[in-house]
């Protein structure tokens, strides 16, 4: 089905930019001063949401937005990777940064009535962590050897080892969403997966797994005069197209997850649309594994580095939305540094000449089927290669084939993005460090670096330290970077509230007017 | 009734072997659901500790052994990525794939019968050129681009229908249709266009060929009256086949349109149980289809002896 939808889709961008240029204005942007009331209808492009418990939901990473509105979160994304106060008011390191101790707001209730305190947020982490529950946040908890409370308001968690990200794991992932325990006991998972109860600015009227989840206004939400909205509803779309039209013939007023990049052409030439595209936290980039050959070889990473033009693929590709970036990092993270000394930027004569003393070059390119660009991008890598005489063979499989063949070490070479992490201690020992599930690269130096940018506390010393990682990997070049993988919001005009500056939207700041 | 008794048992036998090839071809996959639902996040600890919660460690006898004797007992298991059951999946997702193969196969026979006798009314005439021209149209343009189409001239322009989603029954009968028109149509469109060339095609030869015609035109019988009581009849034994053939199809065709349209169906629910390697989902899902094409072809062949008496002599002989 995916790539008969993928071969319609040149006739359809036709049919589709006929449409939409022809479409009179949606609406006059009224004035910007926040009115409540309303309802938002949100259209949600291959969005699946299979339960709602974040804890045995199977997506809680791309159901983030669903959850932000249940259950708000105890802290939300900041602009440049900053971690802000929601559900608690703060956070403070104790025992010589061996404790994270964690203040909450007074004088909030769960939708069921029942209060939201310490000891409710002591229950959540606890199940969240019990091992047999499998926690996608499971990695990034791995430090928190115990839990325990001080007072009503006052949670701490206790490491084994020092490890600074610790805020930054709670946005936008568990144990950020705290849901009533009372409520989960007595409903059972089974049922309170389908009408969950949380502190969030939202409450479930009703839910259709993976197509049709109406909220309403939480009339008891804590931040007084939020939500603005009386109504939220989220409906997946299939494709694109489909959720354009939808929008079009006024079912909806906003779209995420939009994935081909004419979609944002269209819509920004569509007049009444905005199109938000806040700095991004993923990164894209060819990964390298340098456990075999041909990558086990320095040159042969430094000429597929020097072959390729990330500027041409970004203007060629993605109309130039993306920026380029020569190392593991994006505007919306902390440490952002897109420009890496010692990285080996695009020099088509630097890479022939390397391929030539290679005695050539041939390389395979794994990629996934999930969306239409990697294919396509693949393409283009292998076009701009070629003309430093580098053969490459695509193979486009599926995530899951990628993930395995990853984890088998059986790859040279692979297109994709990671991240979605604020703090870069989060994801890159992901990719990046020894012992990482994913990784091509083994250097002692750089785990030791990786591990210290973990360790300390301090912003100033760490990003020295990340930028110290980046210029190692810049100079061993362990990988191919990219671009700034940014996530679009498109919305009518009557549309207010959504972020700029950040890359989630947070629906109780939003008003329709 | 050991006819009926000896199709029962071929269908148990279709059945379970459809359930068999498709768990092990799902076994023969790299990668599981654990492996997927952990995505980025998984650490080998967390994997192991999913494998053995959703029971992926087991071997694969085991594992269909189990299943099988959950589906003996009535229970479907529950979804390897939610925990929901597959029962209450197929509950919620099975009215809409229903609904919309239902409609479909009524919009299409409503259309390619008329049609049809429009056609072999007067071969070669005009209303026979257009049912030509607009079968080829519909067995010409893709689906999704037919789907498409629809949305803008009946949502965009003329806001007759919304253009994706769905509401329940239990909302109201001409609230639920007006999602569901959309959907059905575009489903109905290509099988009509194969129903009109092959019901025309058999009314033809039965109007200009078969003896009881010219007899029932010897006695005064008006031509109108010939090709409905008598013609019509006779030509409903292949479109009953290919029906009940296509109704594979038809389930086939909806997991596009559901995608398409955003309607929460078994096609959609299919495609992300693939998608996420859930079996025991894809299991029940497909287990459901194949008795559902099972007892059409069945009662296709039962339908056989209703219409046409001498298969039912020839039974009894």
């Known amino acids: 089905m995916n790539t008969y939808v993928k071969r319609s889709s040149l006739l ?46 199977s997506t809680p990473t791309a159901d983030a937005t669903e959850f932000n509105a249940i259950y708000g979160q105890l802290f939300e994304q900041g602009p440049n990777g900053t971690v802000l106060p929601d559900l608690a008011t703060g956070y403070q390191w104790i025992d010589s940064h061996m404790a994270l101790k964690i203040t909450l707001r007074h004088g909030v209730s769960f939708t069921d009535g029942t209060p939201f305190n310490a000891s409710a947020v002591e229950y959540n982490i606890n199940r969240d962590l019990t091992p047999s529950y499998a926690c996608h946040c499971a990695a990034n908890f791995a430090a928190v050897s115990s839990v325990t ?33 009372t409520a989960l006991q007595s409903e059972g998972e089974q049922q309170f997966s389908e009408k969950p109860v949380g502190a969030g600015p939202f409450e479930v009227q009703a839910d259709v797994a993976n197509s049709t989840l109406t909220l309403v206004k939480n009339p008891g939400y804590w931040e007084k005069g939020h939500p603005y909205l009386a109504g939220l509803t989220f409906q997946s779309e299939g494709e694109d197209s489909s959720a354009l039209l939808s929008m079009q013939s006024g079912e909806g007023q906003a779209i995420t997850g939009l994935a081909q990049i004419t979609s944002i052409t269209q819509s920004k030439a569509t007049p009444g649309w905005q199109v938000i595209a806040p700095p991004s936290q993923t990164w894209e980039f060819v990964a390298l594994n340098q456990s075999a050959a041909p990558f086990n070889n320095i040159l042969a990473r430094e000429a597929i580095t020097y072959a390729t033009n990330p500027k041409q693929i970004t203007d060629v590709l993605y ?10 990092s994006s505007a919306g993270q902390l440490f952002y540094q897109w420009k890496v000394p010692g990285y080996d930027a695009f020099n088509l004569a630097k890479a022939k000449t390397l391929v030539t003393q290679l005695g050539g070059l041939t390389v395979n390119l794994q990629t996934t089927s999930n969306t239409v660009y990697w294919s396509t991008e693949a393409e283009a890598l292998a076009s701009q290669w070629a003309l430093a005489g580098i053969k490459t ?40 460090s020894s012992t990482g599930p994913f990784t091509g690269t083994h250097d002692g130096s750089l785990d030791g670096l990786m591990n210290k940018g973990a360790e300390l506390v301090s912003p100033t010393l760490r990003f020295k330290v990340y930028q110290q990682i980046y210029q190692r990997m810049a100079t061993q070049a362990d990988a191919v970077f990219l671009y700034q993988k940014k996530l679009f919001t498109v919305a009518l005009k009557t549309v207010h509230g959504l972020p700029t500056n950040q890359p989630n939207n947070y629906w109780e700041n939003v008003w329709l007017g | ?44 600890a967390s994997l192991r500790a999913l494998e053995v919660r959703l029971g992926l460690n087991q071997p694969f006898l085991e594992r269909y052994g189990h299943w099988l004797g959950g589906i003996l007992s009535g229970n479907m298991g529950d979804s390897l990525t939610n925990g929901q059951s597959v029962v209450s999946i197929i509950e919620q997702r099975f009215p809409v794939t229903g609904e919309l193969v239902l409609l479909a196969f009524i919009f299409s026979i409503c259309f390619s019968i008329p049609v049809a006798l429009l056609a072999a009314r007067r071969p070669r005439r005009i209303a026979d050129r257009l049912s030509t021209i607009i079968s080829m149209m519909g067995l010409s343009i893709p689906p999704f681009l037919l789907a498409l189409v629809f949305i803008i001239v009946f949502a965009v322009k003329i806001h007759l229908f919304p253009a994706t989603g769905y509401q329940p029954l239990s909302t109201g009968l001409w609230h639920n249709l007006k999602y569901m028109v959309l959907p059905s149509l575009t489903l109905a469109c290509g099988l009509s266009s194969v129903y009109v060339r092959l019901l025309r095609a058999d009314l033809s030869d039965q109007m200009f060929g078969e003896d ?78 194949a008795v559902a094409v099972t007892t059409a072809n069945l009662l ?18």
């Open chain 1, 12 to 57: 359809v961008a036709m049919l589709m930019t006929a449409v939409l240029a022809g479409v009179t204005n949606a609406g006059a942007v009224a004035n910007t001063s926040p009115k409540s009331g309303g309802t938002l209808t949100v259209l949600v492009v291959a969005g699946t949401w299979p339960g709602l418990d974040p804890l045995t939901d």
């Open chain 1, 149 to 181: 409370t001080s007072g009503n308001y006052t949670v701490i968690l206790h490491l084994s080892r020092l490890f600074s990200p610790l805020p930054s794991a709670f946005i936008n992932a568990i144990p950020g969403y705290i849901y009533s325990p």
């Open chain 1, 319 to 328: 109309h130039g939305y993306y920026p380029i970036t020569e190392g593991p």
């Open chain 1, 393 to 432: 063979t695509i193979q486009v499989t599926s995530l899951l084939q990628l993930e395995v063949s990853l984890k088998d070490g059986n790859w040279q070479a692979a297109d994709s993005n990671w991240g979605n992490y604020a703090d870069p201690a989060l994801a890159l020992p992901n990719y990046f």
């Open chain 2, 1 to 44: 009734l050991r006819y009926v008794a000896k199709r029962l048992l071929q269908a148990v036998a279709v059945v379970f072997g459809v359930s068999l090839m498709t768990f092990s071809l799902l076994y023969a996959l790299p990668g599981n659901a654990a492996m997927l639902i952990l995505g980025q996040d998984a650490t080998p």
């Open chain 2, 212 to 289: 009881y015609i010219i007899f029932a035109r010897s006695k005064g019988v008006r031509g109108w009256q010939i090709l409905v009581r008598h013609a019509l009849r006779n030509s409903l034994l292949p479109l009953i086949t290919v029906v009940a053939l296509n109704l594979g199809v038809l389930i086939g065709g909806s997991v596009l349109i559901e995608s398409v349209f955003a309607l929460p169906g078994m096609g959609q629910e299919l495609v992300t149980a693939v998608e996420s390697r859930d079996v025991t989902v894809i299991q029940g899902i497909v287990v459901l289809l």
């Open chain 2, 300 to 317: 296709a062949d039962l339908l056989y002896g209703f219409l046409d008496p001498r298969i039912r002599v020839q039974g009894r002989s």
